[in-house]
């Protein structure tokens, strides 16, 4: 069958395509498409190109390439490697195997795949990094962009201007993750609603808010009320903010550390803010922290202000009095001149009596310290010294204020019926504690059980069966009655 002539241009077309990979033939066909490139095509008008195969090919065939088939052999081995990339690079599946471990393939693809919607998120869903690499339509598009962002916010930043600059879209993407933040407009650094919508996921977005939101008050107020360390990227002019300050410090005197050094500086600020946050003096100036007067001023107010008072005023008896009056436990901090003071140590056990265990050796083998701290609490006898623990006087003192102090007594005085006596008579139940010959001296169990009844299910079983002993126990307690000796003894 004879040709049309209408036909020619597109065998041509065939014929140059297949001599690509031909040698000498590729040199020959390409010697004429570079002579037609540079010679004929600049003189045929645009459409003419267009309406003839022949003629668009030779436009879009690229000098490199010809170039390239020029030398036989060589030319026609590295052509043939880039035309078999590229079909593979047009394979759907290849590409999705090779995005998963390396989003850079998608760059050497097709404009047509960059651009295929259904293609692209499958792709993101594997690595959202393929984002970047995507037709301008396809970085514009909320749905792609957002199966990208939720694979990993950071890949946001690839996204369109126009999707960064729309607020809806921000606005539930820094509800993922609040850092996508960077990747918004300059717009939207400034919107209230987003950056604290960011903050509340995540405190490090308000790094990148706009200078206008850090240095907008009552922007800055929410945020420090959303979370108190956002006083950390608020302006200079407004970390020497008082009422902004104080929002900060109120809910964690930690923050004060970047509050401006002209606060940190000011007695009545710091004084006022201290009711509420012992902190403050951590981070206040040198010279405060110094000032005994206005550091006695603090501890009298909070005196959990003596955490962070430096350590020559821990040497000093009356800051450290008027911090362990308040607060026994405060004992602790006592710098070492100070650690065996009597005074100071009967101060804080005064308070409570259980300071005792932060006193030196030398305080709890002291018998005027160990009897004003059982004399407030009586099972501070556990931290006095085994000596005083073995004293008479001392143990009275601890019993008589709580029976079940009998517990820490040596083993002499646990046989020591006065003592005994004393102990049930205040606590029944501190007869658990007396020697066993004692648990069995029925005057010593009748006052345990005459000081609360149901201590006769602990009694030994001879002198369950007292009537004297169960009868004392029920006119204390009715529901001894309940027991099966005190059914017994009814």
């Known amino acids: 069958m004879i040709m049309k002539i209408s036909q020619l241009p597109r065998a041509y077309v065939s014929i140059n395509k297949i001599a690509d990979y031909l040698p000498i033939l590729s040199t020959v066909t390409n010697l004429l498409v570079i002579f037609q490139k540079c010679v004929i095509l600049p003189f045929i008008n645009e459409e003419k190109i267009l309406k003839s195969d022949y003629y668009s090919y030779l436009d879009q065939k690229s000098f490199k390439r010809a170039l390239l088939l020029l030398i036989p052999g060589l030319g026609n081995v590295i052509i043939g490697i880039c035309d078999l990339a590229q079909r593979i690079l047009k394979s759907k599946d290849f590409l999705l195997k090779a995005l998963q471990k390396n989003s850079l393939v998608l760059k050497f693809a097709s404009e047509r795949l960059k651009n295929d919607k259904d293609f692209i ?10 984002l970047q690499f995507v037709s301008k339509t396809l970085k514009n598009d909320p749905e792609v962009v957002w199966a990208a962002t939720l694979q990993d916010p950071r890949s946001l930043r690839f996204a369109s201007k126009k999707l960064k600059d729309d607020k809806d879209f921000i606005l539930a ?13 300059e717009k939207l650094k400034s919107d209230t609603e ?33 979370s108190p360390w956002a006083l950390k990227f608020a302006s200079p002019q407004l970390q020497n903010d008082k009422d902004l300050v104080l929002t900060a410090v109120e809910k964690s005197g930690e923050v004060f550390q970047y ?14 803010a201290s009711q509420k946050s012992y902190s403050m003096l951590k981070h206040s100036s040198e010279a405060l922290r110094k000032d005994k007067d206005f550091v006695l001023a603090l501890v009298q107010q909070n005196s959990w202000a003596i955490h962070d008072i430096t350590k020559e005023l821990k040497e000093d008896k009356d800051v450290m009095l008027a911090a362990v009056r308040q607060n026994g436990y405060l004992l602790l ?4 001149k100070l650690e065996d003071d009597k005074e100071l140590g009967i101060a804080a056990v005064s308070q409570n009596g259980l300071a005792l265990q932060c006193a030196s050796i030398k305080l709890r083998n002291d018998k005027e310290v160990v009897l004003a701290a059982v004399s407030q609490n009586g099972l501070t006898l556990q931290y006095a010294s085994i000596e005083l623990q073995n004293d008479k006087d001392v143990v009275l003192a601890a019993i008589s204020q709580n029976g079940l102090a009998l517990q ?5 005085l646990q046989n020591d019926k006065e003592v005994v006596l004393a102990a049930v008579s205040q606590n029944g139940f501190a007869l658990k504690f007396a020697s066993e010959e004692l648990q069995e001296d029925k005057e010593v169990v009748v006052a345990a059980v005459k000081q609360n009844g149901l201590v006769f299910n602990h009694v030994s ?30």
Request: aromatic residues 8%; glycine residues 4%; hydrophobic residues 40%.
């Open 121 to 130: 998120l499958t792709a993101v869903n594997k690595n959202s990094y393929v």
């Open 173 to 185: 993407a820094v509800q993922q993750n609040g850092l996508v933040l960077e990747h918004a407009s």
């Open 194 to 226: 987003v950056v604290l919508a960011a903050l509340k996921q995540d405190l490090w977005a308000l790094k990148d808010a706009s200078q206008e939101f850090k240095n907008n008050k009552q922007a800055m107020l929410a945020a420090v009320q959303c």
């Open 259 to 272: 509050a401006s050094e002209e606060l940190k500086n000011d007695k009545d600020f710091i004084f006022n």
């Open 333 to 336: 901090y006592t710098g070492t």
């Open 408 to 412: 820490y007594a040596s083993i002499e």
């Open 461 to 490: 079983p001879y002198l369950r069966s007292d009537m004297e002993v169960g009868i004392t126990a029920m006119l204390q307690n009715k529901e001894v009655l309940k027991g099966e000796e005190g059914r017994k003894i009814a």
